[in-house]
């Protein structure tokens, strides 16, 4: 008799969920990816950036580096520990349970957040409130919506934390 079974895609979901984002950061030996189509956490390689001037020889740029993803082997690049390519944010990923059109409006918050954190916020206050009327609430006042989904179960710490972000 064989004993053996096949994780529930429901379990390495839920375990996929427990894994932390970790943000980029300059010299680190691994990050979450900042390329849209990757994500994912991987280690990442480093170089400093040389650059051919004329025929007496290499040239060491200051500061300029690249790191590079193992897994989708794609750059960042990276000025005086600062990463300037590619143009995007540390924010965490959506969640997949998002709607569309609340993670369009997300995504476009975190690619805009470096630039405009203010833009970035007032998204995200937008999402919020397009997430209240999904979760049939009226989403004309946030500090109500939030309150009524507290009464239906939402965790009250949710609440808490949105009087600071107001």
Known sequence: ??????????????????IPFTPPAHKANGF??????CRAYADQYWGAVTVQLDRRGNYTAQGLEIALCARC???????Q???VF??????????KDLPPDILTDYNEASAILAHSPR????????????????LGEPGKDLNADIGSLVKK???PGVQWRWMLFE
């Open 119 to 134: 833009g970035a916020a007032a998204l995200l206050r937008l999402c919020i409130q397009k997430l209240c009327q999904h």
């Open 73 to 79: 082997q794609k750059e960042s690049i990276w000025l």
């Open 86 to 95: 590619p143009l995007t944010s540390n924010a965490p990923p959506s969640n």
């Open 1 to 18: 008799m064989d004993c053996r079974h096949e994780p529930k895609p429901t379990l390495i979901v839920e375990r996929m969920a427990d």
């Open 153 to 155: 179960g939402l965790p």
């Open 32 to 37: 979450n990816c900042p390329h849209s189509n």
């Open 81 to 83: 520990g600062l990463m």
